[in-house]
């Protein structure tokens, strides 16, 4: 097989992919996931889907990469791949916010009094 094409802006990485050999068609893609419903693999109008309109995980949409040829749509391994990479950063919950340290009463009152002696000082 030839070597790749190097990925440019103008060329998508995916395109190269398949140049290279790697491509899959979008059935092909299916069956690289296990089905939930009685064993089957991921139906290929579900592919389709993910490449036309992405899938949306952590309220980013996230699309397939692939490339129409001819009437048919192909992508690769390594964009599946980078499909479901992208899906599980998206979903990942963010980092959690510190934790709250509440003051104690006397904390309080002694905070409120020096600010309000320093409105005092600057004249409000």
């Not at 980092?95 to 020096?114: D, E, F, W």
Request: charged letters at 15%.
């Amino acid at each position: 097989m030839a070597d790749p094409t190097p990925a440019s802006p103008s060329i998508p990485p995916v395109l190269a992919e398949i140049q290279s050999g790697e491509g899959l068609s979008l059935s092909a893609a299916g069956r690289l996931f296990p089905g939930h419903r009685g064993g089957r693999a991921v139906d290929p109008s579900t592919v389709f889907r993910w490449v036309t309109k992405g899938t949306t995980a952590g309220g980013r949409t996230v699309r397939l990469e692939a490339v129409r040829a001819g009437s048919r749509w192909l992508t690769s391994r390594s964009a599946v791949a980078r499909f479901v990479a992208a899906l599980t950063d998206a979903a990942a919950p963010a980092a959690a916010p510190p934790p709250v340290t509440s003051r104690s009463p006397s904390a309080r009152q002694r905070a409120a009094a020096k600010a309000a002696a320093a409105l005092q000082a600057i004249g409000a």
